[in-house]
């Protein structure tokens, strides 16, 4: 769509860096995965707020793969916002390995969320050719379970 030579930046009236303009800010927009497509109201983006944005900034975070989006790169460095889970979900990883390693990159990418205080219960089950990664959510308004399926 673009030619390769043109770089794109993510800015705002403030001239943000992309590290800047990833940080949560409490607020998200939610986004339906099955239809992959953004939830709208009227015409309109649904936003949260709280719980509901941690939960729907930490699905787009466990969604999106480290290294292959362009857009999550600055100056030639990929900014500390994605994970690199794919290649451990159905991959020839013995399975405590694979969800060792699933559950320390999401927790290491959520640290950098102030609104999370921790992640914990974690569990992982594999039905037909999906990886139910489920597991609680303690932030600074409260708890809530996550559940994703890859």
Known sequence: MFPEDVEIYLVNEENQTLNEALTFNGR??????????????????????????????????????????????????????????????????????????????????AAGNPYIEELTEWSFERNDDYLYIRFTVFTVEGAFEMVVNM
Request: proline share 1%; glycine share 10%.
């Open 28 to 109: 998200a927009y939610l986004f339906d995965y099955k239809k992959g497509d953004f939830v709208t109201r009227n015409g309109k983006l649904v936003e949260v707020r709280g719980k509901k944005a941690v939960e729907a900034w930490l699905e787009k975070l466990i969604r999106t793969e480290k290294f292959r989006f362009r857009i999550y790169e600055e100056d030639g460095d990929y900014v500390e916002y994605a994970v690199s889970i794919e290649g451990l979900i159905g991959g020839i990883w013995p399975k405590g390995f694979a969800e060792s390693e699933i559950k320390r990159e999401i927790t290491e990418a």
